[in-house]
């Protein structure tokens, strides 16, 4: 995940601002029902509500330190510890997080062909959790491992039995955690921590999530591109489009001349492209878009 937005000069939007929600999603609506075909880009925003922090405020700064890099992840034993330990305690979170209204809203506009992609920068797996099929995962996924070695690839559910195995001394330990499944731990033993290893190999093991510092594979983004393509419209809903692995396909959208529509409370990178932007909660937004566009389902 390549980070470029240390130095980002956010201009003033052009797009009309919404006076309430119900006015901002009347103009979504509108927006839907002329784009029948969406390529939806997600981001933390839309996880918040169930329970899973966001990377950003509603500046687009950072909320807290940034992630680990995969250089120091890479060439770092201490870095290493560091990570799996925040992991060990913040891991559960995720893997126990429950999708909220607006993955279930996707969920169901995918259902009736109205989403024509759905693109995550999450890795937390919810929008799957909720029924939405054919997700790109920008990112990757946390509850999969990958040896950096020889290949193989681990549940991270069975590396969480390993590390509570060998790390027993943290077993009960419990910190702040965020949209990564990191956690805010600071541990004085970080020494003794034993970093899992594979089970075929020995190799060094990775969560299998593109690490700041690294790059997207190039199949996902050409795979999301193509559906880009083949869309009428784009969607962004929770995210503040700061890393530019999200923000590209704005970019790209603009250059061909595609509307843009976003969900967002706060600014974006993206601001000056949106044609349209609505500031309300994910979850509120896509419910009632939802809905609008399929009636004769209900949304809680």
Same mark, same amino acid.
């Given at each position: $995940?390549?980070?470029?937005?240390?130095?980002?000069?956010?201009?003033?939007?052009?797009?009309?601002?919404?006076?309430?929600?119900?006015?901002?999603?009347?103009?979504?609506?509108?927006?839907?029902?002329?784009?029948?075909?969406?390529?939806?880009?997600?981001?933390?925003?839309?996880?918040?509500?169930?329970?899973?922090?966001?990377?950003? %405020?509603?500046?687009?700064?950072?909320?807290?330190?940034?992630?680990?890099?995969?250089?120091?992840?890479? %060439?770092?034993?201490?870095?290493?510890?560091?990570?799996?330990?925040?992991?060990?305690?913040?891991?559960?979170?995720?893997?126990?997080?429950?999708?909220?209204?607006?993955?279930?809203?996707?969920?169901?506009?995918?259902?009736?062909?109205?989403?024509?992609?759905?693109?995550?920068?999450?890795?937390?797996?919810?929008?799957?959790?909720?029924?939405?099929?054919?997700?790109?995962? /920008?990112?990757?996924?946390?509850?999969?491992?990958?040896?950096?070695?020889?290949?193989?690839?681990?549940?991270?559910?069975?590396?969480?039995?390993?590390?509570?195995?060998?790390?027993?001394?943290?077993?009960?330990?419990?910190?702040?955690?965020?949209? =990564?499944? =990191?956690?805010?731990?600071?541990?004085?033993?970080?020494?003794?921590?034993?970093?899992?290893?594979?089970?075929?190999?020995?190799? $060094? /093991?990775?969560?299998?999530?593109?690490?700041?510092?690294?790059?997207?594979?190039?199949?996902?983004?050409?795979?999301?591109?193509?559906?880009?393509?083949?869309?009428?419209?784009?969607?962004?809903?929770?995210?503040? /489009?700061?890393?530019?692995?999200?923000?590209?396909?704005?970019?790209?959208?603009?250059?061909?001349?595609?509307?843009?529509?976003?969900?967002?409370?706060?600014?974006?990178?993206?601001?000056?492209?949106?044609? /349209?932007?609505?500031?309300?909660?994910?979850?509120?937004?896509?419910?009632?878009?939802?809905?609008?566009?399929?009636?004769?389902?209900?949304?809680?």
């Amino acid at each position: $995940m390549t980070e470029s937005s240390a130095s980002i000069r956010l201009p003033e939007p052009p797009f009309p601002e919404r006076a309430c929600a119900a006015a901002g999603i009347d103009a979504l609506s509108e927006f839907v029902a002329v784009h029948e075909r969406l390529f939806v880009l997600t981001g933390a925003g839309v996880s918040v509500a169930s329970g899973i922090p966001g990377y950003r %405020d509603l500046n687009g700064d950072w909320m807290r330190a940034q992630p680990i890099q995969w250089q120091a992840f890479r %060439d770092s034993e201490q870095a290493r510890r560091r990570y799996w330990a925040r992991s060990m305690v913040g891991w559960p979170m995720l893997a126990q997080a429950q999708p909220n209204a607006a993955h279930g809203a996707l969920a169901r506009l995918g259902a009736a062909g109205r989403v024509g992609r759905l693109v995550t920068q999450n890795v937390d797996g919810l929008h799957q959790r909720a029924g939405s099929a054919d997700v790109i995962e /920008l990112h990757g996924s946390i509850d999969d491992v990958v040896c950096l070695d020889c290949g193989a690839r681990h549940a991270r559910a069975a590396i969480q039995t390993l590390l509570l195995h060998d790390n027993p001394a943290l077993a009960d330990a419990s910190a702040a955690v965020s949209a =990564d499944g =990191d956690a805010h731990l600071e541990w004085d033993a970080l020494d003794v921590f034993r970093v899992p290893a594979c089970s075929h190999c020995g190799g $060094m /093991l990775k969560p299998d999530v593109v690490f700041f510092g690294e790059n997207v594979p190039r199949e996902r983004v050409e795979a999301a591109g193509q559906a880009l393509e083949a869309a009428d419209a784009m969607l962004v809903v929770g995210s503040s /489009l700061m890393v530019f692995s999200g923000y590209r396909f704005c970019m790209w959208a603009a250059k061909a001349g595609m509307p843009i529509a976003a969900i967002n409370i706060g600014v974006t990178r993206a601001d000056t492209l949106f044609s /349209l932007k609505v500031q309300a909660p994910c979850g509120e937004a896509l419910a009632a878009l939802a809905a609008r566009v399929v009636p004769s389902v209900s949304y809680r």
